[in-house]
């Protein structure tokens, strides 16, 4: 099988649309999240349900050849490395000045381009996430790029990983720190299989555009 080969699937897939893992010392599969661990590796795809199905299935020791353990709540476990390594790099950027928090910043960094991406709190108010939307869909009527929201974290971990209190909002700036973060927010978030934000604000980015069109 190709090294690059899902157990679950059969398909072939680039690195960042897969998870690696290899075999521990106790026999036990482990996540290679960073792809760095040494020893003969398998590949499932980058969610949740392909996961928990290579557990449940036995793919693991299919693939491995071998009697392995899979621990217990095998995709939770793989969920809480890919957070704490997305919480982590958040806490790097914000020493990096890469951050900005609160609604009105948030708001004027997308307006301003300088926004990133954008993270909203699992707290986050329907009113508040609103604006910021709005933001965002105005930046992309006006030339500018698609700036992405992911509703990942809970209030009390944004606050940890960023040194305040009651962060709601935040959002990552542009730059070599920013596109770090990024790099693991989009694992997470396909990992817990998308976003469903952003496919709204791109549909009524969609239906703007042929509201429009219509009109001309």
């Given at each position: ?57 036995n ?9 392995v353990t ?7 476990m ?19 000045g ?6 009105t910043?948030v708001?004027?960094?997308?307006r ?29 009527h ?72 219509d009109?001309?």
């Open positions: 099988m190709n090294d690059r080969t899902c157990i679950v699937t059969r398909r072939q897939a680039e690195p960042d649309e897969l998870i690696r893992f290899v075999v521990g010392p106790d026999s036990a599969v482990v996540p290679d999240i960073k792809r760095n661990l040494p020893g003969r590796g398998c590949w499932v795809t980058a969610d949740r349900l392909h996961v928990d199905k290579a557990a449940a299935k793919l693991f020791a299919r693939a491995f050849k071998a009697q899979v621990p217990p709540d095998f995709g939770g793989v969920d809480g490395l890919l957070s704490r390594s997305a919480l982590g790099m958040l806490g790097l950027a914000r020493k990096a890469a951050i900005s928090l609160g609604a910043k708001e004027s960094a997308v301003g381009g300088l926004a990133l991406f954008v993270l909203h709190a699992t707290e986050a108010s329907d009113d508040g996430v609103r604006k910021i939307s709005q933001a965002r869909r105005a930046t992309v006006l030339g500018g790029p698609a700036i992405l929201a992911y509703k990942l974290f809970s209030e009390a971990e944004l606050s940890l990983a960023l040194g305040g209190t009651n962060v709601i909002h935040a959002a990552v700036l542009a730059g070599d720190a920013g596109r770090a973060v990024q790099k693991r927010m989009v694992a997470l978030d396909r990992y817990r299989g998308g976003s469903p934000d952003d496919l709204a604000m791109l549909a009524a980015v969609a239906d703007e555009d042929d509201a429009a069109e009109m001309e």
